[in-house]
């Protein structure tokens, strides 16, 4: 009997993929519908007509942390609800509890709602990666900015650029958004897994 | 007489408060200076920042994957002393909560730098200054250490607190050569716009590899995405989306990256760089 020689080639593939969707800008906002600690529910499409801001967070990752001590998204959501911008925060965090976002709202004195989603489908939907992530959604319902709040991760440059503050002028001002994404930065969204 | 060495550690740990919310842990992350003592010659010296990160939690490296953000170093030297930049050893993959996949460092890690340190500005210190964010599956936490060092007393005291970094130094990327294997193909398949393209890269190596992994280095305001490493006895093919997220950066002219070839045994890591 012949001998068989059979040669064996090891293939190894990998493949990387996050597990959560990419947005494109432009394209729609996946609709949804989020409880906020005051009970009220809250569906994106309702607000279709209007410049929505989703702020991804986690009360307890520094980087959101700074951000709030310092009054960052409070500020803009305050000077652009004047002109009827509506700031929705979500938490996909999977531990953290209605009270305690509730507590949190409170003693942060939010003028916006904090809508839980805890079981992460809406941020896995928007592929929100860091807290805090920002999306800006137009007037039309279409995604108009994804990224970073701003262009200073660790907190000390004098110069550092707001990217939700310069969108939300541009679109006021029927101008194209110049910077419609950046790469977000702070702590990774802690999802369930 | 034992000369002191003056060895000024101003370490200063920013650390952010964790909330009620999680339970608060101590430092998860601490920095040290480490000083080989056998350098090379009398000017130069081999300094590194030791990491020591608690089990469950990582640092990031120069490029963090998809969250999180780089360890950076920053040095100031006194005035006709020259530093190189910083020299990472290869990092790990890791997989966040949510499946966020992960570039950095678990357990420890030193982080390099040499210096050439002229005799006449010895006395004058040299500034380190390390940041970086730790993090767990639950939690991150920003720090920071500062140093000052005189680069007289490290020189005139090798037995005071020096280590033999030589291990951290073959954990550095070679440059890819003739020698292990090489490019043969970098190309662009095609640009779908003025901002996404989609590449090629094909490795050939000298021996066959069964496990080979390739880590961009991204600046910020680009991604990754579609990232496919297939490798088929010595020839590896890596593909990947490229992505520049601000209208406002300058499309990417090269891409620099480490290709990791790993067996049971062993794990040799070559850095590269390509046009694109």
């Known amino acids: 009997m012949k001998g068989i020689i059979l040669a064996l080639f090891l293939t190894l593939t990998t493949s990387f993929a996050l597990a ?7 394209t729609a906002a996946p609709d949804f519908e989020l409880v906020d600690t005051a009970g009220a529910k809250h569906k994106l499409s309702s607000y279709l007509g209007k410049i929505v801001v989703l702020e991804w967070t986690n009360p307890g990752c520094p980087f959101v942390k700074r951000h709030y001590r310092k009054g960052t998204m409070k500020d803009l959501a305050s000077t652009f609800s004047a002109q009827g911008v509506v700031w929705l925060t979500i938490n996909s965090t999977h531990y953290l ?14 003028s916006y709602p904090v809508l839980n989603d805890a079981d992460g489908k809406v941020g896995r939907a928007y592929g929100a990666k860091t807290t805090p992530h920002m999306f800006i959604v137009n007037k039309d319902g279409k995604v108009a900015y994804s990224g970073a709040i701003d262009s200073d991760p660790y907190g000390d440059e004098s110069d550092a650029r707001n990217y939700v503050n310069t969108a939300l002028k541009e679109i006021l001002s029927d101008k194209p958004v110049t910077v419609t994404e950046t790469t977000p930065y702070g702590c990774s969204v802690k999802y369930k897994s | 007489m034992r000369i002191m060495f003056s060895l000024l550690v101003a370490a200063g740990l920013w650390l952010f408060n964790s909330p009620a919310i999680a339970e608060q842990e101590a430092p998860p992350i601490s920095a040290s200076i480490v000083v080989d003592p056998l350098e090379r010659s009398a000017d130069t010296l081999l300094i590194g920042i030791k990491f ?7 640092i990031y490296w120069k490029y963090p994957g998809d969250s999180g953000l780089p360890t950076q170093v920053r040095v100031s030297v006194p005035k006709g002393s020259t530093v190189s930049e910083t020299l990472w050893p290869t990092p790990v993959r890791f997989t966040q909560a949510g499946g966020l996949q992960g570039i950095g460092y678990e357990g420890e890690v030193v982080l390099l730098n040499r210096f050439t340190v002229p005799a006449a500005v010895r006395k004058e210190p040299i500034k380190i200054q390390a940041r970086w964010v730790g993090c767990s599956q639950k939690i991150c936490v920003p720090g920071k250490a500062e140093f000052s060092l005189i680069a007289q007393d490290i020189l005139k005291n090798s037995a005071i607190t020096v280590a033999d970094l030589g291990p951290w130094e073959n954990k550095i990327a070679r440059a890819l050569t003739d020698n292990f294997g090489k490019v043969t193909t970098a190309a662009t398949l095609s640009n779908l ?7 090629e890269l094909v490795f050939e190596w000298n021996k066959a590899a069964t496990q080979v992994d390739w880590l961009p280095v991204l600046p910020r305001n680009f991604k990754i995405s579609n990232l496919k490493i ?7 093919v890596v593909n990947f ?3 520049r997220l601000d209208s406002e950066s300058m499309n990417l002219k090269e891409l620099e990256g480490e290709v990791i070839i790993s067996s049971a045994s062993s794990r040799h890591s070559y850095s590269h760089k390509f046009n694109l």
């Open chain 1, 20 to 26: 959560d969707t990419e947005l494109k800008i432009g």
């Open chain 1, 97 to 110: 509890k209605d009270e305690e976002l509730k507590q949190w709202s409170e003693e942060s004195k939010l």
């Open chain 2, 52 to 58: 020591k990160i608690n089990p469950g939690w990582h």
């Open chain 2, 193 to 199: 716009n003025s901002k996404v393209s989609n590449h």
């Open chain 2, 230 to 236: 297939e490798t088929l006895g010595k020839k590896t």
């Open chain 2, 241 to 243: 989306q490229l992505e």
